[in-house]
């Protein structure tokens, strides 16, 4: 079963303007953590933010902020004043306990273009 | 501090010969994978280590083997390449004890293999 859903294969935002990429998961682990990563087209993984299971706040780093909602178990990233440099897939991933051996399970990704 | 190498960058194979990929780190984590990105897939789990000597298969393992001889190098093998494993190999560590499995893990640049 997929852990990880993002519903969304391509977005287009604006420039300046803010956007929301969808992930939801799938775990009945009660300690997880969820990513984000950025890939642009060079190819490299990039971190982006992090949020724990038991995180009480929403994780927010610069222009990156995740809505966590635990009991609709969504992780969405918002990214707020779009940049042209934003244009990139986007994968949201999650990390269950020791027993998964800590791998990150990913969704198959958003493709984000901001346009001028 | 170089993070996570690997070499090569590209590499193009016949059907039926072997290969390693390498993938070093220097931040001494303990925890180190292999995942694959194919179009549309998103990263998958090949094997991972949660320390030297210690390894084991993620979701597709079939046609790789993994050693985990020292902290630092976790090289994969592919012991008879076929077409199907043509794909982007992206190798990646993190701290796998304690509170420090909420940390990311940090990715190579990725190894482009095609299997002809």
């Known amino acids: 079963a997929q852990k990880i859903t993002q519903t969304q294969p391509g977005m287009f935002v604006q420039e300046k303007e803010a956007v929301t990429l969808d992930c939801t998961y799938d775990t009945s682990d009660p300690s997880y953590g969820l990513f984000w990563y950025k890939q642009p087209s060079s190819g490299e993984m990039i971190f982006l933010i992090y949020?724990?299971?038991?995180?009480?706040q929403n994780a927010t780093e610069g222009r990156y902020s995740l809505n966590f909602q635990k009991a609709r178990k969504s992780a969405n990233l918002v990214i707020s004043a779009s940049q042209l440099g934003d244009s990139a897939m986007y994968f949201c991933?999650?990390?269950?306990?020791?027993?998964?051996?800590?791998?990150?399970?990913f969704g198959k990704g958003t493709s984000l273009l901001v346009t001028p | 501090n170089a993070g996570v190498t690997q070499t090569p960058k590209f590499q193009v194979l016949k059907t039926g010969q072997s290969m390693t990929l390498q993938c070093a780190q220097d931040?001494?984590?303990?925890?180190m994978s292999w995942y694959r990105q194919d179009p549309g897939m998103g990263l998958r789990l090949i094997h991972y280590?949660?320390?030297?000597?210690?390894?084991d298969q993620g979701e597709v393992p079939n046609g790789y083997n993994v050693s985990r001889s020292t902290t630092e190098d976790f090289p994969l093998r592919l012991l008879s390449a076929a077409p199907s494993q043509t794909s982007v190999y992206f190798c990646?560590?993190?701290?796998?004890?304690?509170?420090?499995?909420?940390?990311?893990?940090?990715f190579g640049p990725g190894t482009r293999l095609t299997v002809l």
């Open positions: 931040m001494n984590h303990e925890y």
């Open positions: 949020q724990g299971s038991y995180d009480q």
């Open positions: 280590s949660v320390g030297a000597g210690i390894t």
């Open positions: 991933a999650m990390r269950e306990g020791r027993n998964s051996g800590y791998a990150l399970n």
């Open positions: 990646a560590s993190s701290p796998a004890s304690g509170l420090e499995r909420a940390k990311p893990q940090y």
